[in-house]
């Protein structure tokens, strides 16, 4: 009973230094999203999909690209590390509207 | 578009006292209303949600939230806390008509329960 899962838990980068935060979920949730979490800010919105093929931006999008190629997988991608980038990212996905959001573990990220 | 505002950052109180957790909202159609809890470490899970009917909801380990459209509030209490709740909590909105289901989170209570 996997639910969503982050990979990796935990990354340093250096700055201009690129990578991607996997998410994958096995509830054949059609909503997923990609969150960042920042001491007293709570969580914002990076990007979110409501679908395979479909993405679009949420409130934080500058920075970070996202595919949506199958219903499971929804990467994040950061092309040029910035210290700005350093947080924590959720991944997280829904049924619907009006249903529950899952939320995977979180990927702890610091860009030096 | 939506905003959150949590009134209070982090809230101490003793073991067995009551708590109320506030939450403001600002939004100009019609909303769903969320409480989400995050333990140490982990990431968020529902607490309880209020899409239509009786204002007041409540989850399983105790806690109620009642919505208020008037004041356009959705505070989240309990009648005696354990030492276990101490945790995060997160309130969000999602606009009822958004495709999307996007979450609008505020920015976070930490809840701490001394004994």
């Known amino acids: 009973n996997a639910g969503v899962t982050q990979t990796p838990k935990f990354r340093i980068l250096k700055i201009g230094q690129s990578m991607t935060l996997q998410c994958t979920q096995d509830?054949?949730?059609?909503?997923m999203y990609w969150y960042r979490q920042d001491p007293g800010m709570g969580l914002k919105l990076i990007y979110y999909?409501?679908?395979?093929?479909?993405?679009d931006k949420g409130e934080v999008p500058n920075g970070y690209n996202v595919s949506r190629s199958t219903t499971e997988d929804f990467p994040l991608r950061l092309e040029l590390a910035a210290p700005s980038q350093t947080s924590v990212y959720f991944c997280?996905?829904?049924?619907?509207?009006?249903?529950?959001?899952?939320f995977g573990q979180g990927t702890r990220l610091t860009v030096v | 578009a939506q905003s959150v505002t949590q009134l209070d950052s982090q809230v101490p109180v003793f073991e067995e006292a009551p708590v109320e957790l506030r939450c403001n909202y600002s939004s100009s159609v019609s909303v769903y209303l969320f409480w989400y809890v995050q333990y140490p470490n982990q990431g968020l899970q529902l607490l309880l949600k209020?899409?239509?009917?009786?204002?007041l909801v409540e989850s399983i380990n105790g806690f109620e939230a009642e919505f208020n459209k008037s004041q356009t509030s959705f505070h989240l209490r309990k009648p005696s806390v354990h030492i276990s709740d101490t945790a995060e909590y997160f309130c969000a909105v999602s606009d009822i008509y958004n495709q999307g289901g996007k979450l609008i989170f505020g920015q976070g209570t930490e809840l701490s329960v001394k004994p």
């Open positions: 509830m054949n949730h059609n909503y």
């Open positions: 997280a996905s829904s049924y619907g509207r009006e249903t529950e959001a899952f």
């Open positions: 999909s409501v679908g395979a093929g479909i993405t």
């Open positions: 209020y899409l239509s009917g009786s204002t």
